[in-house]
């Protein structure tokens, strides 16, 4: 199924325009002239810097504007510079919970049932190169529906065939039966067209669970701890997993090799999931004090995704909204509440990283959440190193990813303005460079 699904995105990739075409390919020598430079976000930032590139990894960063021919070792090497002086430049960003395949609206519900597995793939190429556009060289998808769509879409990128991002696939969502992980609102049959989620239920069940993503090659694995907002079920927002399921789940994963993130909302299912030892929380809406202390105990992180409580309770609060009656109730009583809360994170020492929940928003659109993020109480200087050096720690990937240190993949992005005094300037990402490629410069 991944070799027909691999053959059909490489068909369309022939046949149409892509959207961010590659602007040349990873040389044997790259030199960027940064004006200003940060190469680690937290440290200080420098003026006129050469990051010097060999095949796609950073290989040296120096002050001045290096010449490019006083570095090649043979005369047959290439070399291609790219001039930078009048820019910020800055490590590309990392969006740590996004849902790549699929984007929220009033027919969703509909296509997902309607939507091929090969069409979802399509689709999950658009969404990929607007982010892609926006500065996210890497992102992790955190549940996709359908059997090899995701994880198509990752080879395919990983394989050159198409530009984008770098994902790391989360594959189906591990939930309970009835749980936040499994669609709601269809026939019973329907159901096994959509394979949205490994349902599982009990100890034995949820290690089987668990085996089954990571036989589907996913990197990471994340769960339902509690209910959500989206579920079309009045379930509301508390524990769905009991503890042992969830030991059995996460002590699985880190026994395979695999980091693990929790969906979760409601107190009792952060504070179950933190106690068994989960990496890290996606939302933690309700989190309290014993929240936080288990936070800074096992040093998980908190992924905020405070774009994706804005976005729902503005759709919630809209007189024409196409939320059915049972998710406008969570959506108006989670959303506002996710500021509030990161900001008492923030000041109780919680480490963050940073996630939007793209789909519930649209794509292309993730830099909002730095904004977001700066009201909680952030300075932007964290609000970066959330989507850098964090964001790269919290994939368990700091040392190819985060910053532009020796040995790393040379990914950067570029700016006009100066994102530590004007944090919206990284909504107008003006250069991209993946492993040495560049994939957007305007």
Request: aromatic share 6%; with cysteine; charged share 25%.
């Amino acid at each position: 199924m991944l070799k027909k699904s691999l053959n059909i995105v490489q068909f369309f990739v022939a046949s149409i325009i892509v959207i961010l075409p590659v602007l040349c390919t990873a040389d044997d020598i790259v030199i960027v002239h940064a004006g200003r430079l940060m190469a680690v976000p937290g440290d200080s930032v420098k003026s006129e810097q050469s990051i010097i590139i060999r095949n796609g990894k950073i290989a040296a960063v120096k002050p001045g504007y290096i010449d490019g021919k006083a570095i090649a070792d043979d005369v047959k090497d290439t070399l291609v510079l790219h001039d930078l002086k009048d820019m910020f430049v800055l490590p590309g960003l990392i969006d740590g919970h996004v849902h790549v395949t699929d984007e929220l609206g009033p027919n969703t519900k509909l296509g997902i049932v309607e939507r091929s597995d090969a069409a979802t793939a399509m689709f999950g190429i658009r969404n990929a190169q607007l982010m892609l556009g926006a500065g996210f060289t890497t992102i992790r998808d955190l549940g996709a529906r359908g059997d090899d769509a995701v994880f198509a879409l990752r080879d395919a990128i990983n394989m050159g065939i198409i530009d984008g991002p770098r994902i790391f696939v989360a594959g189906h969502t591990i939930s309970p039966t009835g749980g936040h992980g499994q669609r709601h609102g269809y026939r019973d049959d329907v159901f096994d067209i959509i394979k949205y989620s490994s349902i599982c239920d009990g100890v034995a069940d949820c290690r089987r669970a668990v085996r089954e993503q990571v036989r589907r090659s996913a990197d990471q694995i994340k769960l339902v701890a509690t209910g959500g907002v989206l579920s079309e079920t009045a379930a509301g927002t508390g524990q769905q997993f009991f503890d042992d399921e969830l030991k059995a789940i996460i002590e699985t994963s880190h026994a395979l090799g695999r980091k693990v993130t929790a969906h979760a909302h409601g107190t009792d299912g952060i504070n179950a999931a933190l106690r068994a030892g989960v990496d890290s929380i996606e939302h933690a809406t309700f989190a309290d004090k014993d929240s936080f202390r288990l936070f800074r105990q096992t040093g998980a992180y908190l992924v905020p995704t405070i774009l994706a409580g804005v976005s729902v309770a503005e759709i919630g609060s809209d007189s024409d909204s196409f939320f059915p009656a049972s998710v406008r109730h969570k959506a108006l009583q989670v959303g506002p509440k996710m500021i509030e809360n990161v900001r008492r994170a923030h000041k109780a020492g919680v480490k963050i990283a940073f996630g939007t929940d793209s789909y519930v928003s649209n794509h292309g659109l993730n830099a909002r959440e730095f904004e977001l993020l700066v009201t909680a109480g952030l300075t932007p200087l964290e609000a970066i190193k959330t989507a850098t050096v964090n964001g790269a720690d919290n994939l368990g990937k700091s040392e190819l990813l985060g910053s532009l240190e020796v040995g790393k993949y040379a990914d950067l992005i570029a700016v006009d303005e100066d994102p530590t005094v004007n944090i919206s300037a990284l909504r107008n990402v003006g250069f991209v460079m993946k492993e040495g490629q560049v994939l957007k410069k305007l």
